[in-house]
């Protein structure tokens, strides 16, 4: 036995994965490709969205004589997510880079050698190839034959180029490279030492060491730190967020949950949806073929040519009609579903959509929603996908809301969310010269009552982007 979707069901899941903002450009779209659909106006009474006709249009416009693939528009590929298109202001960081070359001065030779090596950094601004086989390319590609320290040479250049950093070959480089360029202040010059000489104790954090070994103290070494935090770990980076910023993405909530006098109230964001029907125009056209179809067979007034383009016509405006009906059936379901399954979660969570109190969130899977809303876990996965909503404590995401259930020693369950909570706080009231262990965090948890083990509480400090102890220590 084989599980087929219509394209009726295909067109309500696609729409149902949609946020508002590409939802309402979906619904545009729509009445942009099918003129069967025509937006309502807002001053207007709603119309019925079928009037009756007193000519049954389905007898003489047979489904059987029309084409299955007339029947459904498919103006979609199998992959109709669209990523946004890079915008490009201005020069490009390699172009950028050229212009710079160009100003040299440099022999034809050489111009075509340092243009070779700038097209051979990465996006962030790093050559991370060998010399070596750089000669070898330049001599298959270009017929030059070169030397490593030619090459080495042209590097020297560019690596004085803006932005600073730039053809470095591994971080350490890349950091010493732009506080070569900074004023060389005590600070400046102790930070440059300290990377040259001691990279790897201060990658470890391994600060008293390198005070010991400078001979220095701390609040001169605290600014030394500073100095270096600073820079760019990056070189490209600095040229493309001033010069390529990508455009902000605004968040638009699907739902907006209001709390007054003690109630929840929830609705869907219209944003700048149009309110659809069915274009009454076409309708009545189709109305008139079929009228002007029996008048002709009753007196015999029509020929077989004509006959056959009437048909045509009914057909294609019966099609776009039937699609119109479709598109504004699955919005209407589309609709239905997101109130029911968030009504749903907010009814789950109601403690926490009250007070907007974090510890207040149960432990919540799909599974849940799906049982009590009695529709299908991939249906709910598609709602909360990319949604959003606006409460009086926030804007958040519906997945925001989804957590495991964790056990504490009197058998209760609770929300994992409330356990990342208990480690945020933990690890930002840390003392910051000796931070907590992941065991000390254990602990510290143990004592509260969450029996965890120490891998779980890794998991959840790198799911919370928190390093680990030794690299959150400070001066």
Not at 28 to 45: C, G, H, S, W
Not at 244 to 261: A, K
Request: aromatic letters at 8%.
């Amino acid at each position: 036995m084989l599980q087929k979707l219509s394209p009726q069901q295909i067109q309500m899941i696609k729409l149902l994965e949609l946020p508002t903002i590409q939802f309402e450009q979906r619904i545009k779209q729509e009445i942009e490709e099918n003129p069967a659909l025509d937006e309502k106006e807002p001053e207007t009474e709603p119309e019925e969205e079928t009037p009756q006709t007193k000519y049954n249009i389905d007898d003489y416009v047979k489904r059987e004589d029309i084409p299955a693939y007339k029947l459904y528009a498919n103006n979609y590929s199998k992959d109709d997510k669209r990523g946004t298109i890079p915008l490009s202001d201005g020069l490009s960081y390699n172009e950028y880079l050229e212009e710079q070359l160009n100003f040299k001065g440099l022999s034809t030779r050489k111009n075509i050698i340092g243009k070779y090596l700038i097209g051979s950094l990465d996006n962030d601004g790093y050559l991370r190839r060998e010399l070596s086989s750089i000669c070898d390319d330049i001599a298959f590609s270009l017929g030059i034959e070169t030397t490593e320290k030619e090459l080495e040479e042209m590097l020297c250049l560019i690596q004085t180029f803006e932005p600073y950093g730039t053809g470095a070959r591994n971080l350490q480089e890349a950091l010493i490279l732009q506080l070569k360029h900074h004023p060389q202040t005590t600070e400046v010059k102790l930070a440059i030492k300290v990377l040259e000489q001691y990279f790897n104790d201060f990658a470890k954090k391994h600060f008293d060491k390198i005070i010991q070994r400078l001979g220095i103290d701390e609040d001169t070494f605290r600014k030394v730190v500073d100095t270096i935090k600073g820079l760019s770990p990056k070189p490209a980076n600095q040229y493309i967020e001033t010069a390529q910023s990508e455009p902000t993405i605004q968040i638009i909530p699907d739902f907006i949950l209001e709390y007054n006098n003690g109630e929840l109230e929830l609705s869907l964001n219209k944003y700048n949806m149009p309110d659809i029907k069915v274009n009454n125009s076409y309708i009545k056209m189709l109305e008139e073929i079929a009228h002007g179809r029996k008048r002709n067979n009753k007196y015999g007034g029509s020929d077989d040519t004509s006959r056959t383009a009437d048909k045509h016509a009914a057909q294609f405006i019966k099609q776009k009609i039937d699609s119109a009906r479709w598109f504004i059936s699955a919005i209407k379901q589309r609709n239905a579903t997101l109130l029911l399954t968030m009504h749903t979660i907010i009814e789950f969570q109601k403690e926490y959509f009250i007070e907007g109190d974090e510890t207040k969130l149960r432990p919540m899977i799909l599974r849940d929603i799906a049982d009590i809303t009695g529709l299908d876990v991939s249906t709910i996965s598609r709602v909360v996908n990319s949604k959003y909503i606006q409460t009086h404590f926030g804007i958040y995401p519906l997945k925001y809301f989804f957590s495991e259930a964790m056990q504490t020693n009197t058998g209760e369950e609770v929300s994992s969310r409330e356990i990342k909570k208990i480690l945020s706080d933990c690890v930002a009231q840390e003392e910051k010269r000796k931070p907590l262990t992941d065991e000390a965090l254990m602990i510290i948890l143990k004592e509260k009552g969450y029996q965890i083990a120490r891998r779980t509480v890794a998991k959840y400090r790198e799911m919370l982007g928190i390093p680990v102890a030794r690299l959150r220590k400070q001066f």
